[in-house]
């Protein structure tokens, strides 16, 4: 969530390539993780609203889990207020995402 760069278009062709492949299949959800470490919220909102737009184009939803270990991304509440920061045009304008917890130990 907090990639750019190479990293984000290398990131962002495997997860367009998961998207063409669900729909493909008739599956109506991607799942995606969260990412553990620390980083700019603005920058995951943004990577998180284009990877939605992806999921959109391929007519499947996107499903975020964040993980409660995790540094940053850690609950609903701030995945939340991540999803719901300020939009930009550049940012798009795809549906709000699925948001889930990590399943809980058994």
Same mark, same amino acid.
Do not use: Y
């Given at each position: 969530m907090f990639a750019d760069g190479a990293d984000l278009q290398r990131l962002m062709q495997a997860f367009t390539e998961s998207c063409r492949w669900a729909s493909e299949l008739g599956c109506a959800t991607v799942m995606s993780a969260s990412d553990r470490g620390r980083g700019d919220l603005a920058r995951a909102a943004a990577n998180m609203r284009a990877a939605g737009d992806v999921a959109a184009a391929h007519r499947v939803k996107l499903a975020v889990e964040f /993980?409660? @270990?995790?540094? @940053?991304? /850690?609950n609903l509440e701030i995945m939340r207020g991540s999803w719901q920061r300020p939009r930009t045009r550049a940012a798009g304008s795809c549906s709000t995402p699925i948001i889930c917890s990590e399943a809980a130990p058994r």
């Amino acid at each position: 969530m907090f990639a750019d760069g190479a990293d984000l278009q290398r990131l962002m062709q495997a997860f367009t390539e998961s998207c063409r492949w669900a729909s493909e299949l008739g599956c109506a959800t991607v799942m995606s993780a969260s990412d553990r470490g620390r980083g700019d919220l603005a920058r995951a909102a943004a990577n998180m609203r284009a990877a939605g737009d992806v999921a959109a184009a391929h007519r499947v939803k996107l499903a975020v889990e964040f /993980n409660s @270990q995790a540094d @940053q991304l /850690n609950n609903l509440e701030i995945m939340r207020g991540s999803w719901q920061r300020p939009r930009t045009r550049a940012a798009g304008s795809c549906s709000t995402p699925i948001i889930c917890s990590e399943a809980a130990p058994r």
